[in-house]
């Protein structure tokens, strides 16, 4: 028996040391200049100081990149006679990291739209992606320890014993990698922002750099049809279910929103328009997710086929639209955020989650 309490104590220390171990090299490791889309910090940056600069009642378009590519802001300010500002970010950031971006820069009289593709609402935003592993390691710990507990365990043990090992060998090597890739080191913000000021109007063709984005927060040259794409390429919808989760965090983020004195909005994303997204299984996914937003008392702009459009719109992806087709969503949205804010005027319903246990 005693022999037995010995061993059992021996071996609580040793699995004690290999987890502290790990969790030593996981810390270890964050910051390391790996391969990842470090410029979304830039894209965020300067969003971030269109919408504190931005005087006024303005409108915030928060939402991944169907909304920063394809949409005029400035079209959509004249015709809507206030400020607007395109937050449109990375499709592969997490829901609660995009709503985050509302809750920080909206304000008491300001409007946010979230034009989410229909992906997010089908997802779980808690669960780790591979993609947002490596922007965490690389450049976003920020994002890891704003998150409770649960959350960041989630994303220490999704990151495997061989990518931590070559994270930090990347890490010991910091010197020579960084002397290979030099663009895997943000510059400070203020420097960026002052970089973006010198040279982004020198740009003239297509890059997915911030340098691309104009005073409004909208991707510029996105002229021509540079892939082919169609509503094959989407994820199969047949076994996609909306996510109560994610319908709550949505619900939430508006009740805080409202809290503040902001006005919130879901409208739409882009979708290509073919006989896959035509068909009746995709057509009942978009009217589910819209319908079980309207049950939970979310404000809706317009329909969820509000924005479908033919393959020869789109630019480099089935979420962006090219240049063409710009001015015709932008039109869309004028037209349906209009209707939608003369129909809820005067209204204050609750945002109230239904009773359906969100996990």
């Known amino acids: 028996m005693r022999l037995t309490r010995i061993y059992l104590i021996a071996a609580a220390v040793a699995a004690i040391s290999i987890i502290g171990s790990y969790a030593a090299l996981y810390r270890y490791q964050l910051g390391a200049p790996i391969l990842a ?11 971030e100081r269109v919408a504190a600069n931005t005087q006024g009642s303005k409108i915030l378009m928060v939402g991944d990149s169907n909304v920063l590519f394809g949409f005029d802001s400035t079209y959509a300010q004249s015709k809507l006679g206030r400020p607007v500002v395109n937050m449109g970010l990375h499709g592969g950031l997490p829901m609660d990291w995009i709503l985050s971006v509302a809750v920080r820069n909206a304000k008491p009289g300001d409007t946010v739209v979230f034009p989410l593709v229909w992906l997010y609402y089908t997802s779980d935003y808690s669960a780790p992606s591979d993609w947002m592993l490596d922007q965490i390691v690389a450049w976003d710990v920020e994002y890891l320890n704003s998150l409770p507990f649960n959350r960041r365990l989630k994303y220490f043990t999704a990151l495997s014993p061989l990518k931590l090992v070559q994270n930090v060998d990347t890490q010991m090597n910091r010197g020579a990698v960084l002397k290979a890739n030099p663009h895997r080191k943000l510059l400070p913000k203020d420097e960026a922002l002052a970089y973006y000021d010198q040279v982004a109007s020198m740009q003239t063709a297509f890059s997915y750099t911030y340098l691309n984005m104009n005073a409004r927060g909208d991707m510029r040259h996105t002229c021509g049809h540079l892939v082919e794409v169609s509503g094959a390429s989407y994820p199969p919808p047949a076994k996609a279910k909306v996510n109560p989760k994610t319908v709550k965090l949505m619900v939430d983020t508006i009740k805080l929103l409202r809290a503040r004195g902001v006005q919130a909005y879901v409208s739409a994303s882009v979708v290509v328009d073919d006989e896959t997204t035509r068909a009746p299984r995709f057509q009942k996914l978009l009217t589910d997710i819209w319908g079980e937003l309207r049950s939970n008392g979310v404000p809706l702009i317009g329909s969820p086929t509000d924005y479908f459009f033919p ?17 015709a969503r932008t039109e869309i949205f004028v037209k349906k955020f ?22």
């Open 37 to 47: 889309s470090y410029d979304v910090k830039n894209w965020l940056r300067l969003k």
């Open 311 to 327: 393959p020869h719109a789109f630019f480099n992806t089935n979420f962006h639209l090219n240049c063409d087709a710009t001015r």
């Open 338 to 359: 209009e209707e939608a804010v003369n129909a809820s005027s005067g209204a204050n319903a609750d945002v109230t989650p239904t009773n359906r246990d969100a996990g």
